[in-house]
């Protein structure tokens, strides 16, 4: 029993190990890897080279095979340049195990040691990044020791070789338990090297281990279908022709088994090097049948899943469920659907001032209905980002993932406030049938044209990042302020001159004011993370330092400054930009 949890343990490390190469390099590569593979799709041979290239980094095929599919489901690239690729990727695979195969004990400990200490010193660089890689490698490598070490003893035992000698050595039961365990352990590389082991330990015979093989080959194309049975058809083009070929090449190299063994035998005297070799051997052969057919196998998979009619009025879903496998990727989904958000508030709010013009009841009511799509797209967003792997995103991306959870949110609370503003004008404007006065109703009208301007705003301040942008967001906020204050007291004016619009709407008006100060404030904070991030973000808004227990005297003639005087509803809370100024006279004291 010892033995046995030994060697399960040894399996569990190996399978680690090839998880976190993966996602090491898809952290180091990052959107190099779609630049890669996207700028090789014009050629099959390029195609199929930049496959082998890039299945050789990430140790994958399976991770290569869903980033092709989300490119394909978004039209990106055709199905037969994907194809050819991943003949590639296979290949690419395989190369690895032919690498893994040698005696590298001597090795392992070397690339924990020199992968830890740049992983602790240097963690969140790219050099940490690649001892990440480092310490996969040296597992992946002890795993292979361990399992030799695990294996032997049960090699000794006689129950053990009557038990396997009972088995029937039939090679489609074989292939399907190869494609068994590749899907149970999501890595057909791990599956190849382990079944190589226990062949080399007379464990498993020459026949069964190569049937496992050909089954892990299948396995590896089946990962990837059923990662993508729920995606749209564009997405499950890719997989589903991978698989076709590796069914159509396991058929055609069933027969030839009994005659390609004692071939291989003659020049590969081990068993381990016997089956890494057929697994090549496998997999170039695939190649090397199914190039010339990939532009014909990919017309006729677009064909056959083709994508349903569009209805009407429906609009491209960005939140793919295949780029998941793909940080990069994934983030630039969510990022395109935040934006679609933000047109969706945009649509609110520039329908908000016609329903206060018009009062207009229908149009009102249609557009509070929108936030509901506001709040779904919210949720649906952060579900997504929640979905993606933290530890495969490099800094950047990791920050980039902090901006659109910040946008999102943001939208949503402008959505929010749109709703309540609309909310009170049906109860108080429109239900009542009351109006603004014209002057009141200029100004409201053109806080709102700013409004639409600082949204927009905040979309390319989101969008493209710039310093500038945000800078010109953040004095967008501090004008939007000074205009609030006073339109606010301009209706206090018009209040003493008793102008009968404006005390009958009165309360309404000041809450308007106050709910398009609030979206304003939503809207420009968007720019706070990047001006933090570029340096340029003031620690406080105080005109200078006031230190715990120090008294700060007033100038000895103080220059005289108006009375800014915020004018707020009543019952509403006072809001975040509020400013409480000291008293011209006197000094200023802290006390701890």
Known sequence: ?????????????????????????????????????SRSFGNRFAALLAGVGVTSLVQSSTATCLILASFAGKGLVATGAALAVMLGADVGTSLMVVVYSFDLSWLSPLLIFTGVVMFVSRQNSTVGRVGRVLIGLGLITLALQLIVGATRPLTESPAVRALLAALPQEVLLDIVVGAVLTVAAYSSLAIVLLTATLAAADILPLTVALGLVIGANVGSGLLAVLATANAAPEARRLPLGNLMFKVTGALVAIPFLPHVQPLLAQWLPGAHQLVVAYHLLFNLCLAVLFIGLTGVVGRWLERWLAPPQAAVGARPRHLDPVALATPSLAISCAAREALHQADVVEAMLRGMVEVIRHNDLELSQKLRAMDDTVDELYSSIKFYLTQISREALSEREGRRWTDIVSFTINMEQVGDAIERALQDVEDKKILKNRRFSD???????????????????????????????????????????ELSHEYAANHIARLQEQTAQS????????????????????????????????????????????????????????????????????????????RIEPPLGGAVRLET
């Open 1 to 37: 029993m010892l033995h046995l949890l030994n060697l399960l343990a040894a399996i569990a490390l190996l399978v680690w190990g090839t998880h976190i190469v993966r996602t090491g390099m898809l952290r180091v590569l990052g959107e190099n890897l779609r630049y890669v593979l």
């Open 439 to 481: 002057a009141g109703m200029a100004e409201i009208c053109h806080l709102h044209e700013r409004l639409l301007a600082n949204l927009r705003l905040s979309m390319s301040v989101f969008l493209d990042g710039h310093v500038r942008d945000a800078q010109k967001l953040l004095e967008e906020k501090a004008r939007f302020r």
């Open 503 to 578: 005390i009958e709407t009165s309360s309404l008006h000041l809450d308007l004011l106050s709910e398009l100060k609030r979206i304003n404030s939503h809207l420009c904070s968007i720019a706070y993370p990047i001006l933090e991030s570029a340096g340029v973000l003031a620690a406080t808004r105080l005109r200078q330092p006031v230190l715990a227990g120090f008294e700060v005297p007033e100038p000895a003639m103080p220059a005289p400054r108006p009375v800014t005087a915020t004018v707020a509803a009543r019952g509403s809370a006072p809001s975040a930009d509020t």
